[in-house]
Each structure stands twice: as C-alpha cells, then as structure tokens.
C-alpha cells in the first residue's frame, strides 16, 4: 500500500514508521472479525486513508495513534459485519471464511510483507471463525476485542459505542457460543497424520479407508460462491463424504493434492495445472475427521494460486 508521508506540505512525516508499524496488528484485528484477508485489507487500507485525510495538526492532536487507527477499522467492521449479513443471505450456497496459508507456503513467487501477516493462533483456525460467522456484529467484535487482544471493556465500549456493562454481556454470549461448539483439539501430530492418511485414500480412490477416517455423523461443507459447481447444502455423513470425494478424484484425474497449512492447522490443497482450485480445512476430534470445510470460490482462493 503507498501512503504518502505528509497530507499537506511534502515534508517527510517523522510518524510515518510509528503509523505503518501498527498495519500487522490491524491485519489481525480486521481478517478475525470479518473472516476475510481480501475485506480485511480493504478495511486497513480505509483506515490509513481516513488518518491521512487528516491535517498535521490533527494527527498531532490525537494523542494515541495507534488506538485511534483500531477505533476506526473496528468501526469500519463493525459496519461492514451489518451489512455482510445482507450480503450472506444472498450468497449462492453455504459462506465459509476465507481460507489463510502460512505465508511460508505462498508460492507466487513475491516475497511476504512481514506488515501483511497474520498471526496463527487458535482464534484463526475454521472451526473457530465459523462459530464467529454465528454471532452478532456486535458480539463478534465486543469479543475479539476483549478475549483475543485483551482490550479493557472500557476501550471496547469507546469502540463499538455501548457501556462496558453492555460489552460484558456481549462478550460473555459470545463466549457462550464458542464453549457450546468446542471438543477437546486432536494434537497438532496427530492431525497431520490423519490429514496425510485422508490425502494418500482420496489419491487412491479407496472409499473404505476415507470411510474409516471420517466420523460417521461428519459434516462437509462446500463453497462456491454460485461461481464453481458446488453442493448448495452441507452434506452429513461419513459414507457420503468419501464417496463424494472419491467422486470428484475420478471426475478430475489430473488433480496434484498437496499437505499445506490452512489457518493454522493441517490442511489439504487441490490444484489443477498449478492452479489451487479447493482448499480443504478440517476438525478432527480423536482419530477422525468430524467436518471439513471445502473453499472452491475462486475469489477466496486468490492467495493460494500460483502466478
């Protein structure tokens, strides 16, 4: 992003670094509450516009920078978590966040902003955004706030415009919704294994060993954004989903499957003629998979193709 370093006068701007060092941390803030990098950065992006529209004497004025700018883009989500609500009730098929690879994995080519990256913790991982995805704008924002970046319901209230008392309860309810949809996290190890098992069955078109990987009551669940063929509602059960994968191996016979991390955790990406054309997340719980989440929407997958 260029940024010009003096609105006014075309004098270098000795805050400039001070102001561009806090772009990770909005990165982070805007991506856990909006679910998406490409809505995220848009938000960053209007948020330094709006402190560069300021003049040098109101920057100078402001007497935290940096929590004026997480005021401003938590205002901007918090409008654009309204508005997306609209927007998802008329999106073609089931919305699932936008996948994020470990910058490591990138492989356009470019090297990594190291302001551009977001941090990986379990407050990215799918099944987590997906329970966000449940709350109210509100909730969703008063809560990443508080629990993930440890802002003080005093600031959130200042933020989101209630009383502290108001954000507490909004946080508490949302705590609620994330303690009601946890199960205690396979290790790190072990899902990678089983993600590596689920790979090796699908590329071998063995239904019986993608059957004995899921749980009998998983859920899997596509998105197409209406741009690529996709199923429109989650689809239950384990025999289904294997014979459903094994289906689309044997429709795509030159498709290269690849281990990568997705938001964190073991993943999978398909690609076809070095374009990703799905990336998978998982939730396993014990020894099988319990949900996966399939992200064809090619505006989604804009990250993960190669150049």
């Not at 190890?189 to 990987?213: C, N, P, T, Y």
């Not at 209406?226 to 289904?240: F, I, T």
Request: a neutral charge; glycine letters at 8%; proline letters at 6%.
């Amino acid at each position: 992003m260029s940024t010009p370093t003096d609105p006014g006068d075309g004098r270098f701007d000795p805050g400039l670094s001070a102001i561009m060092s806090e772009r990770r941390q909005l990165i982070n803030l805007a991506y856990r509450m909006l679910g998406s990098l490409a809505d995220a950065e848009d938000v960053v992006q209007e948020t330094y516009t709006r402190w560069y529209a300021m003049t040098r004497r109101q920057q100078e004025a402001i007497e935290s920078p940096g929590a004026w700018l997480t005021t401003v883009a938590s205002r901007i989500c918090l409008d654009l978590l309204g508005s997306a609500r609209a927007r998802r009730e008329r999106y073609v098929g089931e919305w699932i966040p936008e996948p994020l690879p470990d910058r490591t994995e990138w492989s356009d080519g470019r090297p990594a902003d190291p302001a551009d990256r977001v941090t990986l913790d379990e407050s990215i991982n799918m099944a987590f955004l997906v329970v966000l995805e449940a709350m109210t704008p509100a909730e969703r924002v008063a809560f990443i706030l508080h629990d993930v970046f440890r802002y003080s319901f005093a600031e959130v209230a200042e933020i989101v415009g209630r009383t502290p008392a108001a954000c507490r309860q909004l946080a508490w309810l949302a705590r609620r919704r994330i303690r009601a949809s946890q199960v205690p996290a396979a290790p790190a190890a072990r899902q990678a294994g089983i993600v590596r098992d689920f790979k090796r069955a699908w590329e071998a078109k063995d239904i019986d060993a993608l059957i004995s990987l899921l749980d009998p009551e998983a859920t899997g669940t596509a998105d197409g954004g209406g741009l690529v063929n996709a199923m429109l509602r989650p689809m239950e059960g384990g025999e289904r989903i294997a014979r459903a994968f094994v289906t689309v191996a044997g429709l795509a016979p030159g498709l290269t499957i690849l281990e990568r991390t997705v938001n964190g955790q073991p993943g999978l990406v398909a690609q076809q003629d070095g374009v990703t054309v799905v990336v998978l997340a998982f939730d396993v719980v014990g020894d099988r998979i319990k949900r996966i989440w399939s992200v064809l929407n090619p505006d989604k997958l804009r990250p993960w193709t190669t150049a």
